[in-house]
């Protein structure tokens, strides 16, 4: 039984998750670094919040980990890197919190338009301070919003039902996409120059680090107001504080910081900022969305699937049409290395059919993870396989074509002077291996196959059943291969259990018998 460490709370129905799909659930919250790393030994998968510390040296630690989850979205804890390096896939949970940042952010802009909190504050202070506190509308304001993903469009449609202009500036996103939300693209500069009021929603990297500093401040009008419920550090906490103290600037409101947690920034206690201690994410709601959407993600990988949320795996959902030949493709890849001596320097992945009109880059992946797994080259997932590919210098070749003359999709891998084909059936849905070496037939793969080249002659066939079965072996089926000329010359035997060496080479030593090569699928 696979064991999931989690090292922080997450919902009860995560666990759940998690239970009922037959994995041992290890809860050991808040453990010192030295006793987290004994905890990691043997555990194939760690779920972590944010603070939880994922370095390099706990992923050494972890040699047993095939997934790490962070409920929630940032992964500034995780060392991703380092997860790769190692095979391990890292998974987050990047739509939990969604609705509650955008409610933040507009939380904090009706704050910071109201002066909410300093009229509370004065009021419980014993002042009644009513024309000093006036605030401004939103109504008909422009609101220039920084990152228009996810959260950036849910802030647009709710700024929109209040009245707001809305602009944005985000170099993925089309002036066609940004129409569709009601949203006119603009460069940075120019969109702070026309803002009234400023959202971040964009990721925290070397590019964004200070993104809002001194300089892009000195182009804005005296009624910006600046909101950041993003990521700590785009903003330049300093150059904000001073822009709002001077009356450069007419306020602002931010929930995350340089460094955190922290009781101490040049934005605390400057008149016209109003601050919270990371709230975006902290609803009841989104906090059981991060804990079960997490555990489906690890789940997921723990089963070998395809996982949505995976951060660092090359390769997107495969489409409905593909999803049946994600497994073929890890199928054929290790059917396909059985037949070879060593890795050649040049695989051909071919799709026809109508699987060759799709993105199959998901299938190409797998195709590779079946080869390497079974070519013995260490550990072997979606995450690394293309890192491992790119060492030994093998060049990776995608073909396509629309025909696929006997079947309607057929996946086929070439290398070295072998090929492997397969299909899957229209009958049952199962995976059926059609082609081997160019020699054509038609089988279930099985865990235990030789694959027989001989001479076409007389008593071959019978020849090899005798051998196997003075054996002990049990052919669970047998199968013909035809060459494009109609020569039966290749033959591939399933048996239950694997053939030993000594049987090998003495199906070897048949007459007409030219090569054996025997197939353990992993």
Known sequence: MKRVLISEPIADRGLEVLREAGYEVDVQVGLEPAALLEAIVGASALVVRSATQVTAELLEAGADLEVVGRAGVGLDNVDVGAATAHGVMVVNAP?????????????????????????????????????????????????????????????????????????????????????????????????????????????????????????????????????????????????????????????????????????????????????????????????????????????????????????????????????????????????????????????????????????????????????????????????????????????????????AHDHINVLTVRGGGHSVGATVSSLDGEARIIEVDEHRLELRPRPDMLVIRNEDLPGVVGAVGCELGNAGVNISSMHLGESADGVAALMVVATDEAVPPGVIDAVLALDNVATVRAIRIR
């Open 95 to 403: 739509e939990s919190n969604i609705i509650s940042a955008a409610e933040q952010t507009i939380a904090l802009m009706m704050a910071q338009a109201r002066n909410i909190p300093q009229a509370h504050a004065a009021l419980v202070d014993g002042r009644w301070e009513r024309s000093k506190w006036e605030g401004v509308e939103l109504d008909g304001k422009t609101l220039g919003i920084v990152g228009f993903g996810r959260i950036g469009r849910l802030v647009a449609t709710r700024a929109k039902a209040l009245g707001m202009r809305i602009v944005a500036h985000d170099p993925f996103v089309s002036e066609e996409g940004a129409r569709k939300e009601g949203a006119t693209l603009l460069d940075l500069d120019e969109l702070v120059a026309s803002a009234d009021f400023l959202t971040l929603h964009l990721a925290k990297t070397p590019d964004t680090i200070g993104l809002i500093g001194k300089e892009l401040l000195a182009k804005a009008r005296p009624e910006l107001r600046v909101i950041n419920v993003a990521r700590g550090g785009i903003v330049d906490e300093a150059a904000l504080a001073e822009a709002v103290s001077s009356g450069q600037i007419a306020g602002a409101a931010i929930d995350v910081f340089d460094s955190e947690p922290t009781t101490d920034s040049p934005l605390f206690g400057v008149p016209g900022i109003i601050v919270t201690p990371h709230l975006g994410a902290s609803t009841r709601e989104a906090q059981d969305k991060a804990g079960i959407v997490i555990a489906e993600q690890v789940q997921l990988a723990l089963a070998g699937d395809f996982v949505p949320f995976a951060v660092n795996v090359d390769a997107g959902a495969a489409p409905e049409l593909l999803k049946p030949f994600v497994p073929v493709g890890e199928l054929v890849g290790a059917t396909f290395a059985g037949l070879i001596d060593r890795l050649p320097d040049q695989i051909d992945v071919e799709f026809r059919g109508e699987i060759a009109e799709v993105d199959n880059s998901l299938a190409v992946l797998s195709v590779l993870k079946g080869v390497l797994a079974q070519a013995g080259d260490g550990p072997v997932s979606y995450v690394n396989v293309k890192s491992v590919v790119d060492q030994r210098g093998i060049e990776i070749r995608t073909v396509t074509a629309a025909a």
